[in-house]
């Protein structure tokens, strides 16, 4: 029979001794109890059946809860209790704003979306504004946001069921300062789209993402690149 998925996050717990821990459980009253699901713990190990408490937002407990109480329990049995999945390549920018609650996605697990493949919703100007609202099709919404920062946080202002991360888009640096033209960024806009993946860092941005088969992304060389990659390394950021 086909396992259905039941997402949860993990979080470390603070060990203490054996008998400690069974005192505490036995006595224990936790907000919910995921009980008897096959917990895959992300590491690859095989999956184990056992109990999950959670306080809050937290994982309180793992392991024999069946002398503990909660104010919910999930009967987990035959299903399979895993963290939460990652979504890489999410082009989720204008469905959250439509719904923020991902039913899409969540339903199926994913509890992180990652945009920023090559064309990320920030840093616009005006043009960029311009082109974004004539491209958006039955879903019409404002764009009240310039930065990248500020359209994760207008994401979060509005609601969201799942977490949200972004890298900056290497095209989206491109069509800021050079436009959508086939040629070379010069030396002073290829120093502002610098500044640009800077400032996209400060704002928490992940690096810088590329996706070099589409026009314009594929009008940048490899020094353009490499230049922004310099950039997003100054804050630990990677290239995707």
């Known amino acids: 029979m086909r396992k259905e998925l039941l997402a ?3 979080a470390l717990i603070a060990g203490c001794s054996g008998a ?7 006595n224990a009253r936790y907000d919910a109890i995921i009980r008897g699901g096959t917990v895959y713990d992300g590491t690859g190990a095989p999956g184990v059946v056992t109990d999950i408490a ?15 109480d909660a104010g919910k329990v999930v009967d987990a049995s ?3 209790v895993a963290p939460g999945f990652i979504n890489m ?5 204008d469905d959250l704003i439509a719904d923020g609650r991902s039913l899409g996605d969540i339903t199926q697990g994913v509890t992180l979306e990652v945009f920023g493949e090559g064309m990320s919703w920030g840093p616009l100007n005006e043009p960029m504004k311009t082109m974004m609202r004539a491209r958006q099709g039955d879903f019409k919404y404002d764009i009240e946001w310039t930065t990248l920062g500020e359209y994760l946080d207008y994401l979060e202002k509005r ?6 991360a972004s890298f900056i888009g290497a095209t989206t640096a491109r069509a800021h300062e050079v436009g959508y033209d086939n040629r070379a960024a010069t030396p002073e806009e ?3 789209m610098q500044e640009l993946v800077r400032a996209a860092m400060r704002e928490g941005a992940l690096g810088v993402g590329s996706s070099l088969i589409y026009a314009p992304a594929n009008f940048a060389s490899t020094v353009e690149l490499t230049a922004l990659v310099a950039a997003a390394a100054e804050f630990d950021g990677m290239y995707i």
């Open 89 to 93: 390549l999410s082009w989720a920018v």
């Open 190 to 192: 290829l120093a502002r």
């Open 8 to 10: 949860v996050a993990f």
């Open 20 to 26: 400690d821990r069974k005192s505490e459980v036995e």
């Open 159 to 164: 609601g969201v069921s799942p977490n949200i």
């Open 54 to 68: 959670i306080n809050g937002d937290r994982i309180a407990a793992i392991g024999d809860l069946s002398s503990a």
């Open 78 to 80: 035959g299903m399979a």
